[in-house]
C-alpha cells in the first residue's frame, strides 16, 4: 500500500524532446461489472435526508468497479471550505476534509485499492490570519490523507510568503507542492513528482495558468511562463518512460484544453475550470490525445480514476465523480483537526484575526431583537420560534459534531450573530463581537434584514425628540422588502441547497411569517 517516491526533480535546464512515444494508455471505459463484487459504501454510512425527510439513497459512483491496478484520487479549489457548516443539517450539504479522509479510508482499507491522492490546489478563498490558518490545517490534513502532489492556486500565492514557507518547513517529510512554473524563494521547488504502483510510473507535475499567474505579485515567488516551465519538465517526463502523466492545471477552460493539445504527453488534464460541479465525464478535447477531468469548487466533489490493464503499455482507464456526501462518516482524525482549527481561532480572537468592525453603510447602530420587541411583540414571539432566534446558541452547543463548537470562527459568526456582513465576514459597529458580552445581539436578528434600529427605538420610546415627519422617515427606513435574494446572502447555494430550488423561498417565509 506505500508509495515508493521515484524522484522529486528540482528546477533545472531541461532539453527539449520534439520526439515520444504514446505510452499506450487508453482513454476508453472498462465496462462495468457486477456490483456485488465490490464492497459496499463505509460503515455507518447514511442516505441523505432533506426537509421533507429521508431521501432516495443515491447511487455509489464506484459500484460495480473491479478493483483498479491504481486509483487517482483527484480534488482541488477547497476555498477554505474545510467542512459543511452544517446549518440546515450535514445530511443536506457536501464537501469537508472529515468526509474526504473517509471516502480515501474507504477506498484504501475496505476495498483494498492502491490510491494515489492528486490536488490541484487554491485551498483558501481569502487572505489574512484566518486564511492562513485555513490553509496549515488543511496541508496538514492533506499529509495525513498520503496526498503526492498539490499544485498551487493563486489565493494559495497571496498568503503572505513567511506563512508559505513555515508550512513548508513544518512538514515532517517535506509539503507535497509541485508546480512547474511557481516557486518560493527556493524552497517550492518541486517541477515534478514521480509515482510508481502496481508497477506503473506515474509523472505528475502542475501548472499556474497565465491569467491567474498575473494576480500572483508577491517579490519572493519566482514566476516563469508556462510553455518555458513546462516545456522541460514534459522533456523529463518522456525521459523517465512514464505510463501515466497527469498535469494539474490551475487554468481557465480555454488555456487547460490548449495545453491538451500541445502538451500530448498528458493524458490526463486535471482542471479547476469550471463553475460548481464537475462534469460526470472526462471530458474529451478536440485534436489532442488526452481528456480533461474538472474538480468542481468547494471541495465538494472528488474524482476518481482507476487504471487497469495487465500490461504498463495497454492501459485503460474508467472515471467517477463522487459527491462527498451523508454516506461518508465524519473521520475522527479529521474532527480532531478541525476542533485544533477552532481553538486557534478561539487563541486569536477576533482582534488578532483582522476583523476589526466597520460602520454600518447606513451610519446606525444596532440594539438587539429584544429592544424591538416592546412595539413588535408578536412579531417576536415569531421570531423566538425560529432557528434565527437559535442561531448563535448552534454555534455554541452545535447539533452535530458537538464537541467542535464554532462561536469563535467569523466565517460562522457571519450568518449566526446580528450585525455582521453575510458574505464579507466581518463585523460591524455595534454589532456582535463575544457571545457572553453580546447577548442581546444572538442570534439572526431582527436587524440583521431591517437594518441597525438604534434611531427608530429611541425615537419611538421618547428617548429623542422627533417631530412627525422625521418619525415616517425612520420607520420607513426599517421596513424591509420582502425578496429571496436578501435572504440568500446567508442562504447560499453551499448552506441551503434547497433554498434555491423553484417555490422554495415562498415555502420558507411561511415558517417565520409575521
Known sequence: MMVRMIRQQGRGPGRVLMAGVWLGLVLGSVPRTNAASDPTPPKGASADKGPGG?????EDPLAGWEKPRVALFLTGRQYGYIEPCGCTGLANQKGGLARKYSLLENLRNERNWTVVPLDVGNQVRRF????????????????????????LGPDDLRLSPDELLSVVLDQPKGAPFV????????????????????????????????????????SEIEKQEVDAALVPVDAQLRKEKCHV?????????????????????????????????????MQPVPEARGKMIQVGTKGMFVGVVGIYGQHPNQLKVRYARVPLDARYPDAAAMLDSLAEYQLQLKSQGLSKLGL??????????????????????AEYEKWEQTPHAKATHSLHDPRERS???????PECLSCHVTGWNPQEFFPYMTGYRDYERSRALHGNGCENCHGPGDQHVAAESGAT????????????QMRAELKAEKCMSCHDLDNSPDFHEPGAFERYWQEIAH
Open 54 to 58: 429521508a431521501q432516495p439513497a443515491v
Open 128 to 151: 489574512g490570519p484566518q486564511a492562513e490558518i485555513q490553509f496549515r490545517t488543511t496541508i496538514d490534513a492533506l499529509r495525513k490523507m498520503r496526498y503526492e502532489a498539490v499544485g
Open 179 to 218: 508546480c512547474a512554473n511557481m516557486n518560493l524563494l527556493g524552497v517550492l521547488e518541486h517541477r515534478y513528482r514521480i509515482v510508481e504502483q502496481g508497477g506503473i510510473r506515474i509523472g505528475i507535475t502542475a501548472i499556474l495558468g497565465k491569467s491567474f499567474a498575473a494576480d500572483v505579485h508577491a
Open 403 to 409: 464537541h467542535v463548537p464554532r462561536h469563535h470562527d
Open 356 to 377: 476589526e468592525p466597520v460602520p454600518h453603510p447606513t451610519g446606525r447602530k444596532f440594539v438587539g431583537s429584544q429592544a424591538c420587541a416592546e412595539c413588535h411583540a
Open 245 to 281: 502523466n497527469v498535469l494539474l492545471a490551475h487554468a481557465s477552460d480555454e488555456e487547460s484544453r490548449d495545453l491538451a493539445r500541445r502538451y500530448p504527453n498528458f493524458q490526463l488534464i486535471v482542471t479547476s475550470a469550471g463553475a460548481g460541479e464537475p462534469a460526470h465525464e
Open 465 to 476: 425628540s422627533v417631530d412627525q415627519s422625521r418619525m415616517a422617515s425612520l420607520r420607513q
